[in-house]
């Protein structure tokens, strides 16, 4: 069954420098999404993303944070500057169409530890 | 804005018990929920998906219910096993936004 890939597992950075999180949704899916799930707490929702664009986003989703599908394949999450607490365990999903009866189908995530 | 709750935070039981997840949601105009388990420091592992239409999905021996009119979702374990053990997660997919909406979880520990 297909699978949505995310990279690295575990990315460790120093705070105040730029952290690039990569997915490879799954191949005919056209939605992509973003969350966040800091330690012991709830999952989070953070950016979603359709024809290239924007779709929706929360308000933790600051100037910070940037999502970008450069090819065909890949949907990235950049955060620029980081800071302690972003600290989390990020999570990209994708799905076919916009809700309905179609699932959004999730990664393992990228467990990001700032220093 | 969706409001997703489960109770309870915490279930201990012994093997062999079933036992029964809550979730609930505040708006009803969702397309799909979703039951996850999430084991500790891992992803999502997605367990059943019942559309807005359904009433409940059966996986083995997962049972999920949905109550759309009254927002309510319950996920049903047979014969709980130590291998059960786990963060289970409930999430809704609302229709104003396609977004998912986690709730807090029940971490369950079955105890051999």
Redesign the interface.
Known sequence: EPEVTQTPSHQVTQMGQEVILRCVPISNHL?F?W?RQILG?????LV?FYNNEI??KSEIFDDQFSVERPDGSNFTLKIRSTKLEDSA?Y?C?S?QE????Q???????T?LSIL | KQEVTQIPAALSVPEGENLVLNCSFTDSAIYNLQWFRQDPGKGLTSLLLIQSSQREQTSGRLNASLDKSSGRSTLYIAASQPGDSATYLCAVVGVSAGKSTFGDGTTLTVKP
């Open positions: 939605y999404y969350y707490q709830k999952v989070e929702f979603s779709s929706e365990m999570f999903a799905s916009r809700g309905s009866n699932p959004q189908h999730f990664g393992d995530g467990r």
